[in-house]
């Protein structure tokens, strides 16, 4: 099937072939008919990330906005920001020839410049929550003549945290008019439906799933390490094996993806050339959205992120993920991997990617609870050997700022039999000077190297060589 076949209007179908786009997805395919029927009727739609779910509801509404009419007329709601920008250029990609007028609203940014736009006139509001309920409350938008009330991420809109934010808007928009509602997500409850239910009533709810029987894509390799001790190191040993194009890093807090990040832009035991940057919920509108363009653009190869990032985005190539440290809830788990293996660049090809996660005995119910939800095993994998280069350079570097601390003991165990044995008063010093350096890498504290002066902290395992 192609997008002319299905009753679209010539300048969509113009700005879709002009993105390379000319044959509709799965989810598309069965949703967008819905979306067009003059029937009012509401569609829940579960299709894998990067199925093209964007489109699936995109399209439908700005075929049925009117363009002379600069009322707001549809209304999409997000969980982020990032993914807020994302689908209002997604919207615009396609509305060139329609000329229909997309706002976006989200934290962060001026107030008063959104006020100014949404006075400006515009069809489509694409928002967060807070920013959109923040709007309400000032008088500011007006949803008299809202068609279409669209939930991307449904689920994580649905979810505890979101949920009476929704609903507060779900109500206002609801009011006086009734909207179809267009749920998407790649991870839908069965409960879903009720959730909804009250804003849905006795309306036709079609609900669609086209994920088959498994949640994540066939072209994404998953697998596991398990990690009990040296995380960070053996992070290192994984990522000089896999040597990833473009990566994600998901950690659990804003301070480890802060910390992780500083810490691999600073090591030297790489073996691949590693741009970094980080992305969490408390850095400014401005920095987030400065690290993310870069990865975008490809001026870093590598972000280091919280859950912010997990839903949604489509970043080109992402060629690995990795679970640094392994999401609680397995439709994180979902969304997160959901960032490699997308249909993407302009020739518009269904890419590979991987998904590594590293595993303890601490949170090894975690995995299980993430295999019992996808009804799969992920494959367990064994930490590789370290490189022979990258030991070498280590030596010439005179450097052992990754190396194990089991390693280091045992490596001046070794110093400390051998000196006692020989006990020349040269070797005594260099032996004590070992032992000294192994007591004080438990604190933080200063060490002479060739006459200056320098700070280790024993939490990164700095230590000077001692040979
Ligand atoms: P999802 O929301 O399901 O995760 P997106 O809507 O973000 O997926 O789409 C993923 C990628 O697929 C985007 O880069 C988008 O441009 C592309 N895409 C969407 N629909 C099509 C299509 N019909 N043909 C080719 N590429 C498509
Ligand atoms: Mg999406």
């Not at 839908?188 to 609900?207: P, Y």
């Amino acid at each position: 099937m192609l997008f002319t076949d299905m009753n679209i209007d010539s300048r969509i179908i113009k700005a879709l072939e002009e993105n390379n786009i000319a044959s509709p997805t799965e989810i598309q395919e069965q949703c967008i008919p819905y979306g067009l029927s003059k029937q009012k009727s509401h569609v829940i739609g579960q299709a894998k990330t990067g199925s093209g779910k964007t489109l699936a509801f995109a399209i439908p509404i700005i075929e049925k906005i009117n363009p002379k009419n600069h009322h707001i007329q549809a209304v999409v709601i997000v969980p982020t920001r990032e993914l807020c920008k994302q689908n209002a250029s997604v919207f615009r990609s396609i509305t060139i020839y329609k000329k229909v007028k997309i706002v976006e609203v989200y934290g962060g940014a001026s107030i008063r410049v959104q006020i100014e736009q949404i006075h400006k006139g515009g069809q489509i509001l694409i928002a967060t929550p807070g920013r959109l309920i923040d709007l309400i409350k000032r008088g500011e938008i007006n949803f008299r003549q809202v068609k279409f009330v669209a939930l991307d991420e449904a689920d994580r809109m649905l979810d505890m945290g979101f949920l009476p934010d929704i609903e507060f808007i779900l109500f206002k928009t609801m009011k006086n008019i009734s909207p179809r509602l267009f749920l998407f997500s790649a991870t839908l409850l069965a409960e879903i439906k009720n959730i909804i239910g009250k804003f849905t009533k006795n309306d036709i709810v079609h609900e669609i799933d086209v994920s088959k029987d498994s949640l994540t894509v066939e072209n994404c390799d998953q697998y596991a390490y398990n990690i009990e001790n040296n995380k960070f190191w053996n992070f290192i040993r994984i990522l000089n094996e896999e040597r990833p194009d473009f990566s994600i890093i998901f950690t659990k807090t804003k301070r480890n993806a802060e910390k992780i990040s500083q810490r691999l832009s600073q090591e030297r035991n790489l073996n691949f050339g590693l741009k970094v940057g980080f992305v969490h919920g408390d850095l400014s509108q401005a920095k987030r959205e400065k690290t993310v363009s870069m990865f975008r653009k490809r001026e870093l190869n590598c972000l280091v992120a919280t859950n912010v990032l997990a839903r949604g985005l489509d970043f080109p190539k992402v060629s690995h993920v990795f679970n640094y440290d392994i999401p609680r809830d397995p439709e994180d788990y979902v969304h997160r991997i959901g960032r490699t293996a997308r249909i993407t660049g302009v020739e518009r090809n269904v890419t590979t990617g991987k998904a590594i996660s590293l595993v303890s005995s601490d949170n090894r119910m975690y995995l299980k609870n993430i295999e019992k939800f996808l009804k799969r095993k992920i494959e367990k994998r064994q930490i590789p050997n370290v490189p022979k280069k990258v030991l070498k350079e280590k030596k010439r570097n005179n450097f052992h700022s990754q190396i194990e601390p089991r390693m280091i003991k045992k490596s001046l165990n070794q110093k400390r039999k051998k000196y006692s044995s020989q006990n020349t008063s040269k070797s005594s010093t260099t032996y004590r000077k070992g032992l000294s350096l192994q007591k004080n890498s438990k604190k933080n504290h200063s060490v002479r190297k060739r006459g200056k002066s320098k700070n280790y902290s024993s939490k990164n395992h700095k230590i000077i060589s001692t040979h």
